[in-house]
């Protein structure tokens, strides 16, 4: 007897690490959502890899700091899938500045994307997950919200909240028999940190601060997430995995 395929929401699926968390996730019997903010096309081209993979997928345009596309979003997994099992809050931005430049704008954007997106994605799946009793949230932190960061120190704050976060949902949710747990990578290899890696304070940081002397790939992410929201991983929540090379020991 086939096993019934899981359901899972990845925001910012499309490109990087939610690009990988996806395909993993796929690769273990999941059909997706996946978000896009403005640049769709990506996105459509890991949905149309998973459909190649057996699976389904669907890539949908959310703006996860608003209540209301949220509540879309957890809608369209309702009536394309009939339910979610797994929601991963991978959807984030990055903003390196010294801190006396940083603006009131620039502090808004940072905290609304990285932490009051995982507030309100949790919030409006969390009743969803309970009615069918129970269900897998992931939230992706950084090393960066555990060990501080003079160029994005506001970028370090949303991280930092992300994980506490997920500790007090851990508790809130259990009895609705819905895990939750983080994910905190380090240094790795993503569109995203192209400019850090080029750079010579990269290669510093890689030679002086990782024991593992390389930056990360998102596959080794991926492989993280995809164990939390496994049966396996049924005895685990309110935890932070660090997947970092050994850059941050804690």
Request: proline share 2%.
């Amino acid at each position: 007897m086939t096993a019934r395929r899981k359901v899972g929401i990845i925001t910012g699926g499309g490109r990087g690490i939610g690009r990988a968390i996806a395909l993993a996730l796929a690769r273990e019997n999941t059909n997706l959502v996946l978000t896009y903010v403005s640049r769709r096309e990506p996105c459509e081209e890991t949905a149309a890899e998973i459909r190649k993979l057996g699976g389904d997928a669907v890539a949908t345009q959310t703006d996860v700091t608003k209540r209301d596309s949220v509540r879309r979003l957890i809608a369209l997994s309702g009536e394309k899938f009939g339910r979610i099992d797994i929601l991963v809050n991978n959807a984030g931005i990055l903003q390196q500045k010294p801190f006396a430049t940083i603006t009131d704008e620039d502090w808004d954007a940072m905290l609304a994307t990285n932490l009051k997106s995982v507030f309100l994605c949790c919030q409006e799946v969390m009743p969803a997950m309970a009615r069918q009793g129970g269900g897998c949230i992931v939230n992706l932190s950084s090393s960066g919200g555990q060990l501080g960061g003079m160029l994005a120190v506001h970028y370090a704050a949303s991280k930092a909240g992300v994980i506490s976060l997920t500790r007090s949902l851990a508790r809130v949710a259990a009895a609705d028999r819905i895990r939750v747990n983080c994910v905190a990578p380090g240094l790795i290899e993503t569109e995203m940190t192209a400019e850090e890696l080029s750079s010579e304070a990269g290669r510093e940081k890689i030679a002086g601060q990782i024991p593992l002397k390389r930056a990360g790939q998102a596959s080794e992410v991926a492989a993280a997430v995809s164990f939390l929201a496994s049966s396996e991983a049924a005895y685990i929540t309110g935890q932070t995995v660090n997947v970092n090379g050994g850059l941050y020991l804690g």
